[in-house]
């Protein structure tokens, strides 16, 4: 099992900028891709960027140009940062991993998803 712990959220104000931090644990080997989604109050939760392993960056419209992905294999960790934030970016902040694990059974293996407890961002105007 893989566990998720997302740090650096907080208040800040339009046009400010912010770090989202994700480290991850316990079975980390195989781990794949990793983003980050959000989800605001009485939203569906949204993507907003992903890193594959190899460490290409994928963004939304939403936050693309703005925003950068990054990946630290060698802690585990993911960050997203985020520059001109707006009070619509104020959402509750979810890092999330993909990890391949192996059906014993069948001998083949398939892709998980892992989730954070989440963080919260909050843009103040």
């Known amino acids: 099992q893989v566990q998720l712990v997302e740090s650096g959220g907080g208040l800040v104000q339009a046009g400010g900028s912010l770090t989202l931090s994700c480290a991850a644990s316990?079975?980390?080997?195989?781990?794949?891709?990793m983003g980050w989604y959000r989800q605001a109050p009485g939203k569906e939760r949204e993507l907003v960027a992903t890193?594959?392993?190899?460490?290409?960056?994928t963004y939304a419209d939403l936050v693309k140009g703005r925003s950068t992905i990054s990946r630290d294999d060698a802690k585990n960790t993911v960050h997203l940062q985020m520059n001109s934030l707006k009070p619509e970016d104020t959402a509750v902040y979810y890092c999330?991993?993909?990890?391949?694990?192996?059906?014993?059974?069948?001998?083949?293996?398939?892709?998980?998803?892992?989730w954070g407890q989440g963080t919260q961002v909050t843009v103040s105007s």
């Open positions: 999330n991993a993909d990890r391949y694990e192996l059906d014993s059974i069948s001998n083949t293996w398939s892709l998980h998803d892992y």
């Open positions: 890193i594959s392993s190899g460490g290409k960056p």
């Open positions: 316990g079975s980390i080997f195989s781990i794949n891709a």
